[in-house]
């Protein structure tokens, strides 16, 4: 079942030197490619990353976290703020259908919003294949503003342009220590309500 596998989920930050199969890094990023999108805008890029050198540079553009460098893989993921424009819906006249009619930060949000559905796609085929996975949100990029040098050096070596942010990264392997998922969440009533808050489901 789905839900059990989202139970089984953890983060892991330590990973053995046994590779994944290319097989396998295709079908996760296949549960990316295929995840749902606002009019099929598809505001995303995937890229995926083996070499040492390149997994050195995003280490430090996400401060130094050492699970970036030591990951056998990596899926960068890159909000792309050029699908509205591709996308050819110029024609819808709605700012609550279009977020083109919403101005730079309009935009920004949405298709920030968009990649998110497929990082949690992407690290769910990952665990069914007993690849561990962690999510970087810790790095330089136009929208934290920190290490603006480590980030343009990072989007040119990924061949991204100004309108292409690099908003996630992935960390994929296998876990060099199989430990029980300890996974601590708030309590089911604290966070679901029936109708408005307060009411339990």
């Given at each position: ?10 983060s892991v930050r330590k990973y053995s030197s ?59 993921c890159v909000a792309d703020k050029n699908a ?118």
């Amino acid at each position: 079942m789905l839900l059990d596998l989202i139970k089984s989920r953890k983060s892991v930050r330590k990973y053995s030197s046994k590779h994944i199969p290319d097989e396998d890094l295709r079908k996760v990023l296949e549960a990316g490619h295929l995840a749902p999108s606002w009019m099929n805008v598809q505001s995303w890029k995937f890229i995926l990353v083996k070499s040492q050198e390149t997994k050195d540079l995003l280490a430090e553009l996400s401060v130094g976290q050492a699970h970036v460098k030591n990951a056998d893989a990596l899926i960068v993921c890159v909000a792309d703020k050029n699908a509205w424009e591709e996308a050819k819906i110029t024609h819808i006249k709605s700012p609550a259908l279009n977020p083109a009619l919403q101005g730079d930060n309009g935009i920004l949000i949405r298709t920030m919003e968009q990649v998110i559905y497929p990082i949690s796609y992407m690290m769910l085929e990952a665990e069914s294949l007993n690849i561990k996975s962690c999510i970087i949100g810790a790095l330089g990029n136009e929208i934290t503003g920190l290490l603006p040098d480590v980030s343009i050096k990072a989007k040119e070596k990924l061949g991204l342009n100004d309108d292409q942010i690099i908003s996630t990264i992935i960390t994929l392997g296998y876990e060099e220590e199989n430990t029980p998922t300890n996974k601590v969440r708030k309590d089911f009533n604290d966070v679901v309500f029936l109708e408005k808050i307060g009411n339990k489901f």
